[in-house]
């Protein structure tokens, strides 16, 4: 007795910490929270406390991305042939701030995400339905009429930008909630899940000072900044968790007992930055993490499995909700472009439309080697892709061909190139990749190893360099060949379909496809509901992708999430920033 | 000593002006694409460089930015972190006590231990004493900052469970961000040994203590082992001199001749470099506080430079401008009080 007695003071003297109390989950992550307004927010940081301290109006039932539940909503009906959506709101539900949630709420949070709109927010695919731009009113002011407008056309243009923002949202009584959308849209659904379009707290955000929900002061929030406002550092949701704290770096929250669903089991969260892997990992060891970020499969393997008292969730069917390519840019700056070296046919660089003939994208597919991609950087465990599309999103095709390692292949598309005098002159090509990221790195030296092999003519540099001057030339479209990814923002196709392969897509645009019979294919998937219908449209995107090669999807790592083995309750949802809820855990 | 201070202080809204022209201007060299870095957080935002740079102004001229950052800075707005998320002068109430409380906790015993330890070093010269503390103190020196580091994370935290990492344990973090926010904790001064005391609550001063002690000891360790070959060296200078022969020829004992007269002109060269250990610890010291997740100057300031983040640049510039010239005055005054033989008039 008295020797336990004294193990106690000890070890509490000592600082000999045991695993938190069961109802406080910590999490320890890398990358800080850039904002807590959900109209700003877009990173999966800052989604991450969003999505448990505010409500949408409908969610994903766990972890299906096809099956939603409602929770801000109790139903919605879509009228008009897809163009109007109305929702019927719950009853009794309470912000943080003890005020009650009605419609004008909603409405308001809606217009606010509309009427701000910054370059850097999600704003731009809500605005994209319910408006018709995609950018906010300045920005399509700027768009429409030139930099220096006459101020009386640019005051015709704001108003009927307002009055389409007032419009598209409207609040009828206390609980009924329309949206009229600027044309049929298949995708409004799923852009209504998005952590960020969740309803704040109306009266409390216009009483400290946000804006007043009226067109008195709209133009003054046009494209703000949202990150110096009240709602940055400020929460009122309505979800089962309220922020107690955030300073820039960890963030603590606790249960709100006010709310409306079933009463969360963990009471108190906090979710804390330790940018130093190995920091995370010893504190995971000594249980005072719950959950750590584990950046790699590798660390993974190494460092983390066999710790004593620690469980690894994983599943073969498990796959991010994104999607990366390799592309082969068939217009890029033919100007001043230090990464195509002469820019002529004349083996001391490569033309501007050097990856305009069909051969050389060929080749340059049939250099990645996809298997070698899974088994070092993924150590065996990740998911090759048809098209660039997750594997869990309608319409993803798993029966289309792969590109993958072929020298025989290479070499064939390689002697055709250019009517067969790309074989005899060579070329030189830069290949950029960001420090740090080792997929683009692998790749990039996966196309020198395996080209320059096969015609010493070729020569292929690799070139890492930092994020801002990856950033600038990927933005000044100087890359002949890049490798960049797309997280979903919602879980429809057309968010990844539209950007990687349409002509006006932002990838698509970037590296000058021009197809046809692509964007008919797109556009008409963009038109109708009926998802059987929509799937085989994708399908037969999928299939012209394969077969013109515009880009190559490479493959993503499995997923998989690290606690301690006390956590129960813990699923993957792709489109949840977090993975999981807080509510839906607890501590055995 | 006062026109001396005085005319020093005067030269600093000199060094204030021409260190933000030049971070400014170098900041120019970057295409507005680049430094649209810092607001890109994922590759969707790649799509909409253009609006960002737009919308921040980062295309504007050299001239309009920095005359648009020195009229705000001369109002007190030094602009807004995007790393740190808030407003410039914000981050440094935040971030500067974190730092300086750990350079507190390690200044002063690294300080102590490092001249008593070179003092016996040269004192017993070429004895095992002397070969001890050499050759660790080589040791320590040569160990870059981030292997000790992660060292003692591993086996003092992780395996040995001692100590702690951040600035508090979990349940104390959570417990105090409920109190702050109804009142019932107050940060009067950002350090939590201090705020413990002024709360009344000794176990977040004694929590927050045990949670020093490892970067401290990461700090003296690495530091330290610079400061004792100096002092040890500085010292056998002095023991070489005339007038410690001739100390020895009057018959004065070898403690007074040690302590009294050879160690206080051997302090010379010490007091320069703690000076600047010093302030380049209040300053923030990145790995240390990257490794043992302490939220100060150091970390922010690192991550500033990575993302371009331009206000927390230019303010971070600032303020070492005004540490580094404050520790410099500093360490001047301290050398007439060590040496009778300096005066400024």
New interface residues.
């Given amino acids: 007795m008295k020797k336990g007695l004294l193990a106690g003071i000890l070890i509490s003297a000592?600082?000999?910490?045991l695993a938190?109390?069961k109802d406080?989950f910590?999490h320890m992550t890398f990358g800080?929270?850039?904002?807590l307004d959900p109209a700003q927010a877009?990173?999966?940081a800052s989604n991450y406390i969003i999505e448990n301290v505010y409500e949408t109006l409908y969610t994903y039932k766990k972890d299906s991305l096809t099956e939603y539940e409602p929770l801000l909503a109790t139903s919605y009906e879509i009228k008009d042939g897809g163009k109007t959506y109305v929702f019927h709101l719950r009853k009794g539900v309470k912000f943080h701030s003890g005020n009650a949630m009605t419609c004008k709420d909603a409405e308001y949070s809606f217009e606010r995400v509309l009427v701000t709109n910054?370059?850097?927010s999600w704003g731009?695919f809500l605005a994209e339905s319910l408006v018709g731009y995609d950018?906010n009113a300045k920005?399509a002011a700027?768009e429409k009429l030139g930099k220096n407008p006459d101020p009386k056309k640019l005051k015709a243009f704001l108003d009927d930008y307002w009055k389409k923002i007032d419009a598209s949202v409207e609040c009828d009584g206390l609980y009924t909630l329309t949206f009229h959308l600027a044309k049929p849209d298949p995708t409004f659904f799923a852009k209504l899940l998005y952590a960020g379009a969740a309803i704040v707290d109306s009266k409390w955000a216009i009483a400290h000072g946000e804006w007043s929900g009226t067109k008195k002061d709209w133009e003054a929030w046009i494209?703000k900044?949202l990150?110096?406002g009240y709602l940055?550092?400020h929460m009122s949701g309505t979800g089962p968790y309220k922020l107690?704290?955030w300073?820039?770096?960890?963030v603590?929250a606790?249960a709100f007992d006010g709310y409306w669903g079933k009463k969360p089991k963990i009471k108190?969260v906090?979710v804390?930055?330790?940018?130093?892997e190995?920091?995370r990992?010893?504190?995971l060891?000594?249980g005072?993490?719950d959950r750590i970020a584990v950046t790699s499969r590798a660390v993974l393997e190494s460092q983390v499995r066999n710790i004593p008292g620690v469980k690894v969730w994983e599943n073969k069917n498990w796959a991010p909700a994104a999607a990366g390519a390799v592309f082969f840019n068939q217009a890029p700056a033919a100007k001043d472009n230090p990464y195509l070296g002469s820019g002529k046919l004349d083996g001391q660089g490569v033309p501007p439309d050097f990856f305009k003939d069909e051969h050389v994208r060929k080749a340059f597919a049939y250099a990645i080697d996809q298997d070698a991609i899974i088994d070092e950087l993924y150590l065996g465990k990740g998911v090759k892709l048809t098209m660039a599309l997750p594997p869990s999103f309608l319409g993803y095709d798993p029966k289309l061909p792969i590109y993958s390692y072929d020298p025989d292949k290479m070499e064939a598309h390689f002697k055709k190139a250019f009517g067969g005098k790309l074989w005899n002159t060579g070329f030189e090509i830069t290949i950029l990749y960001n420090e740090g990221n080792r997929v683009r790195q692998t790749i990039a030296e996966m196309f020198k190893a395996n080209i320059e092999e096969i015609n010493p003519k070729f020569k292929v540099k690799v070139q890492g360099v930092?994020?801002?001057?990856f950033?600038?030339a990927?933005?000044?479209r100087q890359l002949p060949v890049f490798i960049?990814?797309?997280?979903a923002?919602y879980a429809d196709p057309d968010n990844f379909i539209y950007?990687f392969y349409h002509s006006r897509g932002?990838y698509g645009n970037k590296i000058g496809i021009k197809d046809q019979e692509m964007d008919r294919l797109i556009e008409e998937a963009r038109t109708i509901t009926d998802a059987k219908k929509r799937a085989e449209l994708y399908h037969q995107v999928g299939k012209r992708a394969y077969e013109t090669a515009p880009l190559v999807p490479y493959p993503l790592p499995s997923p998989f999430i690290v606690t301690r083995n006390n956590v129960t309750g813990v699923y993957y949802n792709p489109m949840l920033s977090g993975t999981f809820l807080w509510k839906d855990i607890e501590k055995k | 000593m006062l026109t001396f201070t005085v005319r020093r202080l005067l030269q600093l809204p000199l060094v204030l002006f021409a260190v933000s022209l030049i971070i400014v201007g170098m900041m120019q060299f970057l295409p507005p694409s680049a430094r649209a870095a810092a607001f890109v957080k994922s590759e969707q935002q790649l799509a909409h460089i253009d609006e960002i740079i737009k919308q921040y102004h980062l295309d504007a001229p050299f001239y309009v930015q920095y005359w648009t950052w020195v009229q705000n800075a001369l109002h007190g707005n030094f602009g807004f972190s995007r790393v740190a998320k808030k407003p410039v002068l914000e981050a440094f109430a935040e971030k500067l006590p974190v730092s300086a409380e750990l350079a507190f906790y390690a200044f002063l015993p690294m300080l102590i231990v490092s001249i008593w330890l070179g003092t016996l070093a040269a004192i017993y010269r070429d004895k095992l004493i002397d070969q001890i503390v050499r050759v660790l103190a080589v040791l320590f020196w040569s160990i870059p900052t981030f292997v000790l580091g992660i060292a003692l994370v591993a086996v003092v935290y992780g395996y040995l469970r001692l100590f702690g990492i951040g600035r508090l344990p979990s349940d104390l973090i959570i417990e105090l961000a409920q109190a702050s926010a109804v009142g019932k904790f107050h940060y009067y001064t950002g350090f939590l040994t201090l705020d413990g005391l002024l709360n009344g609550r000794l176990d977040v001063t004694w929590a927050a203590l045990k949670h020093l002690v490892l970067p401290a000891l990461t700090l003296i360790l690495v530091q330290g082992a610079q400061l004792v070959r100096v002092m040890r060296s500085s010292m056998l200078d002095e023991l070489g001199k005339d007038y410690v022969r001739t100390a020895r020829a009057k018959g004065l004992p070898d403690r007074v001749v040690y302590y009294k007269h050879a160690r206080r002109n051997a302090l010379i060269p010490i007091i320069t470099l703690a000076g600047l250990m010093f302030a380049f610890m209040i300053n923030g010291v990145v790995i240390t506080e990257t490794i043992f997740n302490l939220p100060g100057l150091g970390q922010w300031a690192a991550l500033a430079a990575v993302q371009l983040d331009q206000p927390a640049i230019l303010g971070f510039a600032l303020l070492t401008a005004v540490i580094v010239t404050t520790a410099n005055i500093v360490v001047d005054l301290l050398y007439a009080l060590v040496d009778p033989r300096i005066r400024y008039e």
């Fill in positions: 000592l600082g000999l910490a938190t109390p406080t910590v800080e929270v850039d904002t877009y990173d999966t910054p370059g850097d731009w950018v920005a700027e494209g900044d990150r110096q940055h550092n107690v704290k300073d820039g770096k960890d603590v606790e108190k906090l804390q930055v330790v940018n130093e190995p920091t990992i010893e504190a060891k000594r005072d993490a930092q994020w801002p001057d950033i600038r990927v933005s000044k960049l990814g797309w997280g923002d950007t932002y």
